[in-house]
C-alpha cells in the first residue's frame, strides 16, 4: 500500500512539474508576444506620429527680453503680443496642419489668399510676426546700425531720401490710409530694382497672389498697426507709435533683408 502511495505522489509531482513548465512556458510566451506587439506599436506611433510634431510650426523666442525696446514699445505689449497673439497663430496654423504635409511658412504664402482660413489668417499671422520681431532692436543697438549702400541706394531712387520714404510710410499707416487692422510694408518689387510701399487688411501681406493689384512683391520691412500693437501705450495715437518705431528699426537687418530678395527674387525665410 505504502508502495502504491509512493509511486502515486511521484507521479503526480511529475504532471504538476510538467504542468508548471508548461504554464511558466505559456506565460513566458505570451510575456514575448505582448512585448513585441508593444515594440510594433510604439514604433508604428513614432513613425507616424512624431514627424508631426517635430515638424509642428513653432513661436520663435523674441531676440531681445520683453523690456528691450522700451520707452517706444512697452514690457507687457511685446508679452502680449508675443505669447498670446503671435502663440495663437501658430496654435491655429497647427492645428489645420494636422496630417498635412508641412512646409516653411514662407511657402505657404503665395497661395494663402485663395485658400482662406487658417492659411491666410493663422498662417499669415505667424508669417507676418515672425518677419516683425528679427527687424527690430533695442534703441541702443538700432541707432548703430544703418542701411547697406544697396538699400540706401533703393531708397534714394525710390523715395528721395529717407526722410522722404519715412514720411510716405506714415502717411500710409495712418489710421485714414489704412483703416482698422493690417499692415504697411516696405517691398522690393518682382524686377528687383525698385522699393513699393503698400498696405495690406488684417493679416495679409505681399507674399500672398492676389493681395496686391501689382501682384506678389517681397517684403523687407514691414510695421503691425493692428491695436494690440501698441493700444497699451499710445490708445488710438496710431501716428505716435509709428513715429516713434523708426527708434527701434534694425536697418542692418532691413538691408540683409533687401540683399536676400535682390538676389532670390523670394520672400524672407523666418524662425518658427
Known amino acids: 500500500m505504502r508502495l502504491c502511495l509512493s509511486f502515486f505522489l511521484l507521479g503526480s509531482a511529475s504532471a504538476w512539474s510538467s504542468m508548471t513548465m508548461k504554464t511558466e512556458t505559456t506565460n513566458s510566451a505570451r510575456r514575448d508576444f505582448f512585448r513585441k506587439g508593444a515594440s510594433f506599436v510604439g514604433a508604428a506611433v513614432a513613425t507616424t506620429s512624431i514627424p508631426n510634431i517635430a515638424n509642428a510650426y513653432e513661436l520663435p523666442d523674441l531676440p531681445y527680453p520683453f523690456e528691450a525696446l522700451e520707452p517706444y514699445i512697452d514690457a507687457?505689449?511685446?508679452?502680449?503680443?508675443?505669447?498670446?497673439?503671435?502663440?495663437?497663430?501658430v496654435a491655429g496654423i497647427n492645428k489645420w496642419s494636422e496630417g498635412k504635409e508641412q512646409v516653411p511658412i514662407v511657402d505657404l504664402m503665395a497661395g494663402a489668399l485663395e485658400a482662406g482660413g487658417p492659411p491666410r489668417n493663422s498662417g499669415g499671422g505667424h508669417y507676418n510676426h515672425a518677419f516683425f520681431w528679427t527687424e527690430m532692436a533695442p534703441p541702443d543697438e538700432a541707432k548703430k546700425t544703418k542701411p547697406s549702400k544697396q538699400l540706401e541706394d533703393l531708397i534714394n531712387k525710390s523715395f528721395g531720401s529717407m526722410d522722404e520714404m519715412k514720411s510716405q510710410f506714415e502717411a500710409r499707416a495712418a489710421p485714414a490710409a489704412l483703416f482698422g487692422s493690417g499692415?504697411?510694408?516696405?517691398?522690393?518689387?518682382?524686377?528687383g530694382d525698385e522699393l513699393k510701399l503698400v498696405g495690406t487688411p488684417n493679416q495679409d501681406n505681399p507674399l500672398m497672389k492676389g493681395a496686391l493689384d501689382e501682384g506678389i512683391m517681397f517684403p523687407i520691412l514691414g510695421l503691425d498697426v493692428w491695436e494690440h500693437a501698441y493700444y497699451?501705450?499710445?490708445?488710438?495715437?496710431?501716428?505716435?507709435?509709428?513715429?516713434?518705431?523708426?527708434?527701434?528699426?534694425?536697418?542692418?537687418?532691413?538691408?540683409?533683408?533687401?540683399?536676400?530678395?535682390?538676389?532670390?527674387?523670394?520672400?524672407?525665410?523666418?524662425?518658427?
Open 232 to 272: 497699451l501705450k499710445y490708445q488710438n495715437r496710431r501716428p505716435e507709435y509709428v513715429s516713434n518705431w523708426w527708434n527701434v528699426v534694425n536697418w542692418d537687418k532691413v538691408s540683409e533683408n533687401c540683399a536676400y530678395v535682390v538676389e532670390n527674387h523670394a520672400g524672407v525665410p523666418v524662425q518658427g
Open 76 to 89: 507687457p505689449t511685446m508679452k502680449i503680443h508675443h505669447d498670446k497673439h503671435h502663440g495663437t497663430y
Open 183 to 191: 499692415w504697411v510694408w516696405v517691398c522690393v518689387n518682382q524686377k
